[in-house]
């Protein structure tokens, strides 16, 4: 199905005949009345012209984080910028009672502010819908808490510190989800050292095979799009897990493979150059004295 372009905070309420929103420019959704009104809708996707941060439980789909399959009882977060695609199962299961809130955030509420260019920086902003942020019940309360505040706040009457005043409070929301965000990445260390060992999986057979040169050095999106991890979510991950971004791996597996060549064969440097998939070897030396202090040559004659 071709995905609905919903391109203002008031088509988005009318489009699920929900209220009219109380300011044009942000709005706080109940998730359960959304929910009822998905359902006499035909619209599974949509892409927006607007940021949205949505809490919500009770879900009755199973979710996907990177490539384990969870079931919780959490409240799980999902943050979506302009222009993202979003789908949604219509499925539902009567027996979980849905809840949480969804906050619409128009970017032109945010013109003239700090936040005008500084949310794009936020990287869960770029992540897949998969790559969830799973929250205890006492973050759960702590954003919750600024929720509340956002919609008191629009709720009374609208004055020259409004706007300035709910700034403060999506700040405020952004910077406890960028600490959660990282209490996650700690937490979940099982899964993340796995993804190490897929990550050298993926480099391995693509380092070995034998047509590099016509493909070229593997590429992050390519090596991302292997590990089903949007790039920014990879490189957060090797970030905190090896303080090397999913580039440097790409590099040091790259390395490991020249000096193998460099010591186990008679090939020529110009010829290994050729086999790791570079054009020039001057390329493949400077990387290569970048980061052993060695030239190829000079690492052989040491070697040997």
């Known amino acids: 199905m071709k995905p609905y372009h919903i391109r203002s905070i008031s088509e988005f309420h009318n489009v699920f005949n929900l209220p009219k929103p109380e300011h044009p420019l942000i709005s706080v959704v109940d998730y359960a009345v959304l929910i009822e009104a998905k359902a006499h809708s035909e619209i599974n996707a949509t892409i927006a012209d607007y940021y949205s941060i949505s809490m919500k439980r009770g879900l009755s789909e199973k979710m996907r984080y990177g490539q384990q399959d969870y079931d919780f009882d959490e409240g799980i977060m999902y943050f979506l910028a302009p222009g993202q695609l979003l789908q949604t199962n219509p499925a539902r299961n009567p027996d979980l009672k849905p809840s949480g809130w969804i906050l619409l955030i128009h970017p032109d509420f ?6 005008a260019k500084q949310i794009r920086q936020y990287e869960f902003f770029d992540y897949s819908v998969n790559e969830a942020l799973f929250l205890s019940e006492k973050e759960e309360t702590t954003i919750n808490g600024i929720i509340q505040n956002i ?33 996650q990445f700690i937490t979940r260390q099982i899964t993340n050292h796995n993804l190490l060992n897929r990550l050298e999986e993926v480099l391995d057979a693509y380092f070995g095979n034998q047509d590099l040169l016509s493909k070229g050095q593997p590429t992050v999106q390519y090596i991302s799009g292997q590990l089903n991890l949007s790039p920014a979510y990879l490189r957060s991950m090797l970030k905190l897990l090896t303080g090397k971004n999913t580039q440097q791996h790409i590099h040091d597996k790259l390395i490991e493979k020249a000096k193998e060549k460099l010591s186990t064969t008679d090939l020529s440097v110009s010829e290994i150059a050729y086999e790791l ?23 052989r004659q040491a070697f040997n």
Do not use: A, C, V
């Not at 990387?287 to 202090?293: G, I, M, V």
């Open 277 to 299: 998939g570079f054009e020039h070897s001057q390329s493949f030396s400077k990387l290569f004295k970048t980061k052993t202090d060695m030239s190829p040559s000079g690492f």
């Open 110 to 115: 945010l013109w003239n502010t700090s936040l």
């Open 151 to 183: 919609r008191q706040e629009y709720h009374t009457n609208i004055d020259k510190f409004s706007q300035h005043i709910i700034i403060s409070q999506i700040e405020t929301l952004l910077n406890y989800s960028e600490r959660f965000y990282q209490r």
